[in-house]
Nanobody, 126 residues
Framework: QVQLVESGGALVQAGDSLRLSCAAS????????MGWFRQAPGKEREFVAG????????GYAAAVKGRFTISRDNAKNTLYLQMNSLKPGDTAVYSC???????????????????WGQGTQVTVSS
């Protein structure tokens, strides 16, 4: 079993930067692809970024590409999301997830992930 705990969410202004962290415990996650999702009020949860087991395969949603960077430190059992040039439209609860699928790539679908954190709130004011 893997437990995931996100941190780093905050209230910021448009144009600011934030770095989210996702600390894993219970099991090392170096054999798991991982991802970030977000859910804005009144909207469905959506894929933000994904990273393969060794970090060589990475993908982003179009809305964040060029502004957000996903990374992982397997030695620290931690996943990160660096968010730059934040916009009000980025306001959401951000959750990290770990996948038990055995491929080397990253995954876009919620159903591809077995373990989820409870989320951290990011609010971007204009």
């Amino acid at each position: 079993q893997v437990q995931l705990v996100e941190s780093g969410g905050a209230l910021v202004q448009a144009g600011d930067s934030l770095r989210l962290s996702c600390a894993a415990s219970g099991r090392t996650v170096d054999n798991y692809a991982m991802g970030w999702f977000r859910q804005a009020p009144g909207k469905e949860r959506e894929f933000v970024a994904g990273i393969g087991r060794i970090g060589s395969n990475i993908g982003y949603a179009a809305a964040v590409k060029g502004r957000f960077t996903i990374s992982r430190d397997n030695a620290k059992n931690t996943l990160y999301l660096q968010m730059n040039s934040l916009k009000p439209g980025d306001t959401a609860v951000y959750s990290c997830a770990a996948s038990r699928l055995t491929g080397w790539g990253y995954y876009l679908g919620e159903s591809d992930y077995a373990y989820w954190g409870q989320g951290t709130q990011v609010t971007v004011s204009s």
